[in-house]
């Protein structure tokens, strides 16, 4: 993944195809508080300081920053996909999780990078 001050670019590994146009990479722009007004915060926090992963307010969140519509980001490989939720995470004050529990949801501890 590149970054820059605002922008986090995910190249995609499997692509997509929109119409007659062939996606490699989403770019994903730096979140506004309207972002967050509207497609809610991504993350849910237990109180033991763990996370899991909201996979509804997260599609949300991925769309309004690359400014892909939700039809074209679930056409995404399941890898592409992980690699885009990775790389939102950052911006919300967590790390990517180095491996993702079993039910579908991330979960780590805040700060750990567990």
């Known amino acids: 993944m ?32 309207r972002d967050v007004r509207e497609a809610g915060v991504p993350l849910i926090f237990s109180a033991d300081g763990t996370f899991r992963v909201d996979a509804q307010s997260m599609a949300a969140m991925v769309a309004r920053l690359s ?23 950052p911006f919300f004050g967590e790390e990517a999780p180095t491996a993702a529990p079993s039910s579908g949801d991330a979960s780590t501890s805040p700060g750990s990078g567990d």
Do not use: F, N, Y
């Open 67 to 89: 400014d892909h519509s939700l039809a074209t980001l679930d056409e995404l490989s399941v890898g592409d996909w992980m690699r885009c939720q990775e790389a939102v995470l």
């Open 2 to 33: 590149a970054r820059d001050d605002k922008t986090i670019t995910v190249p995609l590994k499997s692509g997509v195809t929109v119409g007659k146009t062939e996606i490699h990479e989403i770019k994903l722009r730096e979140p506004t508080g």
